[in-house]
């Protein structure tokens, strides 16, 4: 299990790699990097997952809030707001800010995503292999009421409008019903340079506890990156973002009802599918999930999942690599 | 003499300005801005000139350093340095850098300068129109030598190299020779929507205490603009940047030298010529120079020239409106 390859989204799967690289030291981790959650935002390009990725195993996170900046400051972003220039509902501190200038820099001079992640990754050193999942734009959408004139955001009378997905998540904090959720542009996308590579020389792929919807999900909406995973040949382990039918944290309940998916750790299990995953773990308070799982033929089982530190975390990824062990074994 | 119509620079032309209100609070004053030094940092459009007017005007300058913004943090410009990435050299605060984040999202969206100038200034409110000198690029780039090998940035060899003019003035700090300033781009460009109408519309058109070359001579070098201002039949008044054979501030003495102008009041008031400036203020300690000036065929007269208060900068401002008085009953 020395080459692994992990799909991740923004904090979930940041603080699980800190775990893994804990408990693996010795191997080479390849990241796939969300990037169906970026956004233009004063005209810069903004990559919320690969950089909470990149901030997190390079030592520049805000460890409270799990994304941006520590020791961060927001005179920019109150000047932006003097002029009048918004959202204000999308918190870019001075710090971010930079990273943001480099990557809207060396993306006008013609570099791809995937070359600024490089460069920008030199200087946080996280430890892994951060690749974006595509270099081509996708932009998640997610599709809830129009307004009905009531004042309110969402109205009732069955007409729907798309917001970019921060705006959703953000902005409204999921707190309207999400009625769908796409990723647009996906289908037209190429897994950026390196990626196919990287899963077909992969000893082990890795679902962290990342958002199975608009993290991990549109990861594998990339035409190409499912059908390498799936055929690989080798184990492909992923860890329950759901605990209790409530995610950990964040409102990942909202994007699986869009879908049509419920919130347990068996339904998100089912969902990827046995064609796909191998084996699954749940947290010990979803124990009685684990027959029904390995029913829908993927291999279960229950251990503690909340990331509550460095140490836990890495339990989980040590039990995520004993798992796959077996399923190599079996 | 409602109408007043000020070409300015930076600091001096700011500063001017701000005793002009004063001296005369119900006039229009509108300011047609160097663009000259503007220079692309960071993918960002920076307009120091235009600035330095907006936040003096505006209430927001660094009063200490007469240009940048008061209160200011620099936390974007040292993660770029943690990045890599320069220029080090120009010195852009957080508070700043929204400015030119604005700009260039505005421009990006297809708005002419003009029309983004004139969205800041919602902001900022300086009680003046201005106006940038053109809407195209203008770029002012100072000829030095070439390096020869020593070490040294200009060389002894006879290779000349240009460089910008923000490179020659603050990284250089105009330490070496300049051979010649050339407004690369300005022989292409039109004056800015309103430029020529404000020309002709003006009672007056004063210099102020701004760079004779690299600021008035730059606005002057835009087609059409010192042809609006010698044929508009009404009073043009400057004031000496030259104080006692030395510029107040800046290093003024350096790029007249490349022009072949020397640093006197009196020969900065013949650069301009007869046929473009009726009158020239100096100060009392170039009592000596009025002669000269008034031989050459220019009005002068000579005043306290030290913009040390708001109140001794209107007194010059005054000093201004009644020698064009005097131009004109003549």
């Known amino acids: 299990m020395r080459r692994i390859l992990v799909l991740s989204g923004g904090i979930g799967g940041a603080r699980f790699l ?4 804990r408990a693996a ?40 809030q799990g994304w941006g900046r520590a020791d961060e400051t ?13 959202p204000e509902w999308f918190g870019l501190g001075d710090r971010d800010f930079a990273t943001h200038i ?28 951060l690749l974006p999942m595509t270099d081509d734009r996708v932009e998640t959408h997610v599709l809830i009421d129009a307004p009905d004139g009531s004042g309110n955001d969402g109205g009732a009378d069955g007409r729907r409008r798309a917001v970019h997905f921060q705006e959703y998540w953000v902005r409204l904090r999921a707190a309207v019903p999400a009625h ?32 199975p919807v608009v993290s991990v999900g549109t990861i594998l ?9 799936a055929d690989a040949g080798v184990p492909v382990v992923g860890l329950s973002p759901i605990i209790g039918n409530a995610p950990v944290r964040g409102m990942a309940d909202k994007v699986l009802a869009a879908v049509g998916v419920e919130a347990t750790a068996a339904a998100v299990a089912r969902h990827y599918g046995p064609g796909l995953l191998d084996a699954w773990l749940v947290d010990t308070v979803d124990a009685d999930s684990v027959a029904e799982v390995e029913a829908a033929g993927i291999r279960c089982r229950a251990v503690p999942l909340l990331m509550t530190d460095t140490e836990a975390t890495a339990e989980m990824a040590r ?5 796959a062990t077996e399923v190599k074994a079996a």
């Not at 993306?107 to 292999?129: D, F, N």
């Not at 039990?319 to 798992?323: D, Q």
């Open 18 to 21: 800190r775990g893994l690289l």
């Open 25 to 64: 030291p010795e191997a080479e981790v390849t990241v796939i990097g969300n990037t169906g959650d970026d956004i233009h935002l004063f005209g810069l390009k903004v990559c919320p997952d690969l950089d909470t990725v990149m901030y997190t195993l390079g030592g520049g996170i805000h460890e409270g």
């Open 74 to 86: 927001f005179a920019v972003k109150e000047e932006l707001a003097a002029y009048g220039v918004g």
């Open 102 to 129: 480099v990557r809207t820099q060396m993306l006008a001079a013609g570099y791809p995503l995937s070359a600024v992640t490089e460069a920008l990754c030199q200087r946080w050193q996280p430890g892994v292999r």
């Open 180 to 211: 769908a959720v796409v990723p647009v542009g996906a289908d037209q996308a190429r897994p950026a340079p390196g990626v196919l590579e990287a899963i077909a020389e992969a000893d082990v792929v890795v679902f962290p506890p990342s958002n």
């Open 221 to 229: 909406a990339v035409p190409g990156i499912r059908e390498a995973i």
């Open 319 to 323: 039990a995520a690599l004993t798992i």
